[in-house]
């Protein structure tokens, strides 16, 4: 069955790293993707990645999957305040059109 | 500037009461989309289109109705059917429907009491 899972709240310093962790169950998922969400806001998309890659950087973002554990992270370099928000990831089949959203973590970043 | 529009950002009716959702986009996408939010909870499907004229069921589709006569608008209805209807409600365009990213307007939330 298709199911996306993420753990529901991450807290971290400022200037530390944060990993936000997702799993996944549909192996013939395309496009794997990072929203952030701020409060009362709708969702921004950060970065994706194509199921054929291992990794993904762009700045202060770091994408990796595990293909073989279906397994997703995301990382933020020195954490920021304004990074406090709620992260989903969600997958893509292709041909579907249809995203399976995560739960969502809910980062905080304590000054 | 080009975006999504949802309008208005809250809203508050009766029980019993139908109520419409607006969407908007001038983004010139062809698929647009229906999400609902509860807390604790990813995003769940409710409707989507992929051309004027045209839209399917998704996931949570009962209790709510959608039309598309326009490719910038795809306005969501809910309906008294719907058992629950306090949410927060997500559009969501994309530029065709071979294109994954989906680009997110900022929400209504719904409160029926």
């Known amino acids: 069955g298709e199911d996306v899972e993420q753990s529901l709240f991450l807290s971290v310093r400022e200037g530390d790293s944060s990993v936000i962790n997702c799993t996944y169950t549909d192996s013939s998922s395309t496009y794997l993707y990072w929203y952030k969400q701020e409060p009362g806001a709708g969702l921004q998309l950060l970065t994706y990645?194509?199921?054929?890659?291992d990794m993904k950087q762009d700045q202060r973002l770091t994408v990796l999957l595990n293909k073989k554990d279906k397994h997703l992270s995301l990382r933020i370099a020195d954490t920021q305040t304004g990074d406090s928000a709620i992260y989903f990831c969600a997958e893509v089949t292709s041909g579907t059109y249809k995203y399976i959203f995560g739960t969502g973590t809910r980062l905080k970043v304590l000054a | 500037d080009g975006g999504i529009t949802q309008s208005p950002k809250y809203l508050f009716r009766k029980e019993g009461q139908n109520v419409t959702l607006s969407c908007e986009q001038n983004l010139n996408h062809d698929a647009m989309y229906w999400y609902r939010q509860d807390p604790g909870q990813g995003l769940r499907l409710i409707y989507y289109?992929?051309?004027?004229?045209?839209?399917q069921k998704g996931d949570i589709a009962e209790g709510y109705s959608v039309s598309r006569e326009k490719k910038e608008s795809f306005p969501l209805t809910v309906t008294s059917a719907q058992k629950n209807p306090t949410a927060f409600y997500l559009c969501?365009?994309?530029?065709?429907?071979?294109?994954?990213?989906?680009?997110f307007g900022p929400g209504t939330r719904l409160t029926v009491t």
């Open positions: 969501a365009s994309s530029r065709t429907r071979d294109s994954y990213e989906q680009y």
């Open positions: 990645i194509f199921s054929n890659m």
């Open positions: 289109s992929q051309i004027v004229n045209d839209f």
